[in-house]
Every structure is written in structure tokens, then in C-alpha cells.
């Protein structure tokens, strides 16, 4: 698999502490993180960051982060309107707000998700109009965005628009919006909400319908002149692995749009496949669904296929797993870890990747009598140690020219 999208060569320049070229120095590069976003949902950090836990429970969410921090470098936090604020007038913001500097203290990109759904939109909703529930709809927008400019500069703008204006599970006001004044429309002005509240904040389109109405969807918006920065792409896989050719086939269809892609939402389940004729998810419910030893020797391999083909595409800038451990979403097996926190083999295979397949060595190197030297390495964050001193740097791309000094 060529992987030069993910490589940058550079040459750098070293400077002594004077400004002078450091000649002829053996100098030490260690790779610190990727670039690339490898992430997971972490809503097991919000109760933790905000001590609403007893000790045993504290202890084994520890569990649950070690194991998180020592592959992921990516975060999405649950801001589902309904949970969020479900008192008009009284947003968690404190509590969300420790969670997400909890994830900035251990160096996790904060993806916030999202900023409207219909599905656990508030039930106070219902008892305003249209209009109202917009204007509500348009200041959460801006209040949380701003609330958040220092923590979170990523979001899931709007979740599975798609269905929004058919869904008729239950009433909630933004299904009426959205067929009152039309998906694109609704899109439009919250990502223009979005963009102007937070210019510099990365702004994502995220659904799970993978068909032709949802290219068909960004095709509008585009026309429109929505800026997305993102495509969201879910692929919660239940029912089954989707396998190399679909696949390719999504990856080949969402990237004529020349837009970074993030796969949003991954599982995979460690057993007994989800009946093929639910065609809501939701619906499947079961007390209890275990994992099995040939389960998770198929999830591994499954997870192996999937984030290589992903990682292989250089419109991909991201990967999040839904639910580390066992047992969270529909009760299902999709954890990479058992529900007593220990690893599964797909959890094993992927830090294998993660930090050794695509990882950089670290490499002893010396300037030449001008203080350069040349280094490629995989696209992140690095350190350069000359002697006792440690200078971090980030390797991007197209940056042909480095220069560092010991100042």
C-alpha cells in the first residue's frame, strides 16, 4: 500500500543558540503523535472530568482511559441537544466544558456532536412554533459555539439530515423546520451561523446514509454555496462488515466532491451478526449480546481491512470508533474492549498500526557542515533532541523547509 500522502520529507536547519548553524551534531527525531485523526467517542470522560463518580467507578473508567489514550488522538464528546439542555435556559456547559479540557490536558482533538438532530432534540420544542423553535435552533448554535471557542474547534454541524424531513418515529420540532423550510436551506444557515460565530473551527456534514441521496444532498448544498469543511460518514456495520468492494465504492463516490473526508462513526461487532431485515438499527433490541471468540477474531481482521483501505485514501483525515467497551450502544459487541476493559485482538491489531505500521522510528541523524540534515516522516507531531535539550515541531504537509533553533 503506497502511503506517500501520509509521508512529507523536509529538510531542516538547525541553529545553536547564538543563531548559528549547528554543524556536524548527531540529533535525535521521535515521532509524538499523527497528524491523522484516530479517534473514539469519549463520553466516559464527562462524568469522570466532573467527579460524578464514586471511587470504584472512578477507578475502572481509569481503566477505560488508559487503555483510550495509549492509540486515540481524537475525541467526539455527546452535545445531543435534548441531553444537553433538556431545562430550557440550562445547558451543561460547566460539565461539558471539564470534559473537554480534560481531553486537551492528554492532548485528544475535540470533535463536538453535533449541533442539531432531530433524534434527542429537546422535548420543550414542541411547544413553539416553527420560527421559534429555528431562533432557539440559531442561538444554541451561537451561544455554544462561542462557549466552546477554546476547547472544541471541530463539530458536527447537522446529524443525518437525509432523513430529517421523513423521520416519523416521534414528533420533534426540527423534523417540522426541515420540512417547512427544506434540508438545504436548514443547512445552510447553520453552517453560516457556524462559520461566522467561529471562523476558524472545522465544520462537518455527517449522515449514515451512504446512497446517492446523500451525494445528491452535498451536491445541493454545494450548488447553494455551503462550506463544508468535511463529509461525515457513518458505518456502523451490525449487520455485517461492508467489506473491500463497498467499501472502495463509497470512498470512490464521496471523494468526487474533493472534500476531506472524516469516517465519523465505526463499529464492528465481536458477535453474533444483527438480522439483515431491521433496517433501523434501533430496533434490534437484546438483554443480552456476547461477545465470541470467532466474533473477534473476524472483528480483527475486519478492522485491519477497513483502516488500511481508509488510511490508504488521501481524501481520509479521520477515523472514530463508536463505543471502546462492550455493551454501550444497543448492548451490542463493538467495543474493541470487553466490558471488563480488557483488549480484544482487534484492539491489539489496530495500535499495532497505529503505532508501529504507520509510525515513525525514531532516527539518530547528524547536520552536515551547514547545520541541515534531511528527515521524512510520517505527517504529526515530532521532537528533535540534541544532547539535553528537546525542541517539538509538527511535520505538515508540503513543508519542504524546516527551520529550528536552541534559542
Known amino acids: 500500500m503506497n502511503l506517500d500522502h501520509r509521508q512529507q520529507k523536509s529538510k531542516f536547519k538547525i541553529l545553536n543558540s547564538n543563531g548559528e548553524p549547528l554543524k556536524n551534531q548527531e540529533v535525535e527525531i521521535s515521532q509524538k503523535d499523527h497528524e491523522f485523526l484516530f479517534g473514539c467517542n469519549g463520553f466516559e470522560f464527562v462524568p469522570y472530568a466532573s467527579d460524578q463518580l464514586d471511587a470504584e467507578a472512578a477507578a475502572e473508567t481509569e481503566k477505560y482511559i488508559a487503555r483510550f489514550l495509549d492509540i486515540f488522538n ?72 462561542n462557549d466552546f471557542k477554546e476547547l472544541v474547534d471541530m463539530w458536527d454541524v447537522i446529524n443525518e439530515v437525509v432523513i430529517m424531513p421523513n423521520f416519523d418515529k416521534y414528533d420533534n420540532g426540527l423534523t417540522r423546520v426541515a420540512q417547512a423550510k427544506g434540508r438545504i436551506k436548514v443547512i445552510k444557515e447553520l453552517f453560516d451561523t457556524s462559520q461566522k460565530e467561529a471562523p476558524k473551527a472545522t465544520f462537518i456534514l455527517n449522515d449514515f446514509n451512504t446512497t446517492a441521496a446523500y451525494e445528491i444532498l452535498i451536491d445541493g448544498c454545494l450548488q447553494a454555496g455551503v462550506e463544508i469543511d468535511n463529509i461525515g460518514i457513518q458505518s456502523h456495520m451490525h449487520q455485517g462488515y461492508w467489506g473491500l468492494e463497498k467499501t472502495q465504492d463509497v470512498l470512490e463516490r464521496f471523494s468526487r466532491f474533493g472534500i476531506p473526508i472524516q469516517f465519523s462513526e465505526v463499529t464492528m461487532v465481536s458477535g453474533e451478526l444483527m438480522p439483515a431485515h431491521y433496517l433501523d438499527l434501533n430496533d434490534y433490541q437484546v438483554e443480552n449480546w456476547p461477545s465470541t471468540k470467532a466474533g473477534e477474531k473476524r472483528q480483527a481482521e475486519n478492522v485491519v481491512e477497513f483502516y488500511k483501505t481508509l488510511y490508504g485514501h488521501p481524501l481520509v483525515e479521520g477515523i472514530t470508533w463508536w463505543d471502546l467497551i462492550d455493551g454501550q450502544w444497543l448492548n451490542a459487541p463493538s467495543g474493541l474492549l470487553r466490558e471488563d476493559y480488557s483488549p480484544k485482538p482487534a484492539y491489539n491489531e489496530l495500535k499495532k498500526l497505529i503505532k508501529d505500521e504507520w509510525w515513525t522510528e525514531t532516527k539518530k541523524l547528524k547536520t552536515d557542515v551547514n547545520g541541515e540534515l534531511e528527515f521524512t516522516g510520517t505527517r504529526g507531531d515530532y521532537s528533535l533532541k540534541i544532547k539535553d535539550k528537546e525542541i517539538d515541531f509538527k511535520l505538515e504537509k508540503d513543508q519542504a523547509k524546516i527551520s529550528l533553533s536552541l534559542a
Open 74 to 145: 481524537f475525541t467526539t464528546l455527546p452535545f445531543y441537544w435534548g441531553q444537553f439542555e433538556p431545562e430550557r435556559g440550562k445547558p451543561r456547559t460547566e460539565e461539558l466544558k471539564k470534559a473537554a479540557q480534560f481531553c486537551q490536558q492528554n492532548n485528544l482533538t475535540v470533535k463536538g456532536h453535533p449541533l442539531s438532530w432531530h433524534t434527542l432534540a429537546p422535548d420543550w420544542l414542541l411547544d413553539l412554533s416553527n420560527q421559534e423553535i429555528w431562533e432557539a435552533q440559531i442561538k444554541r448554535v451561537k451561544r455554544d459555539l
